[in-house]
């Protein structure tokens, strides 16, 4: 089982905002920065933040990403139907010497 | 444009080897950590291997230490994963991943389209 606890599931109607939260330890988010990826079924993972709040290049705005103690938010505004997919945290374990990820979020627009 | 074609996927029965490969091209491959992340069939993610640079620092996932190897051949561009004594619990699609930063828990900014290992 994961070490980062996401919520199994969001939702929202299209144009609101949505924030997921993963939540860790000392050991992972505490002292280590934070990724955020998302998924569509069948498909790869996504990078859409790292380091905590920083955004690779073509993702857009309405992804933000934030920090706070043992604790990360992947927030997603002027949500759309595109948006409906997996997302998953992760970050390095400093106990463990491995990175770990999330449980994951399901995205559902109403 | 950056690419990871990962093969070696297939089925093999319990106790059997696999030894999956990655071959990267569009990007200096000998400058970046890679990695190794499974899913298993309706599953989320969980991180497998990883690799610095020049594979001086190597890291597992507890349930594939001894198991397990990661290897790398910079002159080739290529990613490697030695799976011996595979179980049932192995069957996952294994995406091969390159590493965007210098260290531990770095983001993970390109991956493969996937190969399946099926355990049976």
């Known amino acids: 089982q994961s070490v980062l606890t996401q919520p199994p599931s969001v939702s929202a109607a299209p144009g609101q905002k949505v924030t997921i939260s993963c939540s860790g330890s000392?050991?992972?988010?505490?002292?280590?920065?934070v990724s955020w990826y998302q998924q569509f079924p069948g498909t790869a993972p996504k990078l859409l933040i790292y380091?905590?709040?920083k955004r690779p290049s073509g993702i857009p705005d309405r992804f933000s990403g934030s920090k706070s103690g043992t604790a990360a938010t992947l927030g997603i505004t002027g949500l759309q139907t595109g948006d409906e997919a997996d997302y998953y945290c992760?970050?390095?374990?400093?106990?463990?010497?491995?990175?770990?990820f999330g449980t994951g979020t399901k995205v559902t627009v109403l | 444009e950056v690419q990871l074609v990962e093969s070696g996927g297939g089925l093999v029965k319990p106790g059997g080897s696999l030894r999956l490969s990655c071959a990267a091209s569009?990007?200096?491959?000998?400058?970046?950590?890679m990695t190794w992340v499974r899913q298993a069939p309706g599953k989320g993610l969980e991180w497998v291997s990883s690799?610095?640079?020049?594979?001086?620092?190597?890291y597992y996932t507890d349930s594939v230490k001894g198991r397990f190897t990661i290897s790398r051949d910079n002159a080739e561009n290529s990613l490697f994963l030695q799976m011996d004594s595979l179980r049932a619990e192995d069957t996952a699609v294994y995406y091969c991943?390159?590493?965007?930063?210098?260290?531990?828990?770095?983001?993970?900014?390109?991956w493969g389209q996937g190969t399946l290992v099926t355990v049976s």
């Open positions: 991943a390159r590493v965007e930063g210098q260290y531990d828990g770095s983001g993970i900014d390109y």
């Open positions: 690799i610095n640079s020049v594979s001086t620092y190597i």
């Open positions: 380091d905590n709040n």
């Open positions: 569009g990007f200096t491959f000998s400058t970046y950590s």
């Open positions: 000392s050991s992972n988010i505490g002292n280590n920065y």
């Open positions: 992760g970050t390095w374990d400093t106990s463990l010497s491995a990175n770990v």
